[in-house]
C-alpha cells in the first residue's frame, strides 16, 4: 500500500471541508474508491443546494491528475508513496 496525498481545488476544496488528505491505497481504482467514500457525497450534497444535479463517482465531473497526468492517460495504474492526486472542479466560461 502507497501512500498517497490526495489535494483538492476551489470549490472542491470549499465543499469537502478539507484541502489535503493522505489516503494509503493498493492502486488507483483503490484511492479512487476512498475519495468517493469520504468526499463524494458532500460534494454533491452542495452541488444539489445549488440546483446542480452530478451523478457518478467524483472522478467522472471532476478534472482528476496524477502527478500531473491527467488519470484518462494513465497506464500503470499502480501507485508509490509520495504521488499526488490533483481533484479540480470541471472548468468553464469564456
Do not use: C
Not at 469520504?38 to 463517482?57: P, V
Amino acid at each position: 500500500m502507497a501512500k498517497v496525498t490526495v489535494r483538492l481545488y476551489s470549490l472542491w476544496q470549499v465543499y469537502a471541508g478539507a484541502a489535503s488528505t493522505v489516503f494509503e491505497a493498493k492502486d488507483l481504482e483503490d484511492l479512487l474508491e476512498q475519495v468517493e467514500q469520504k468526499f463524494g457525497s458532500r460534494i454533491r450534497e452542495k452541488l444539489q443546494a445549488r440546483k446542480i444535479d452530478l451523478s457518478g463517482r467524483i472522478d467522472e465531473f471532476s478534472l482528476v491528475l496524477l502527478n500531473g497526468t491527467n488519470i484518462k492517460q494513465v497506464n500503470d495504474t499502480s501507485l508509490k508513496d509520495g504521488d499526488v492526486l490533483h481533484i479540480m472542479p470541471p472548468l468553464a466560461g469564456g
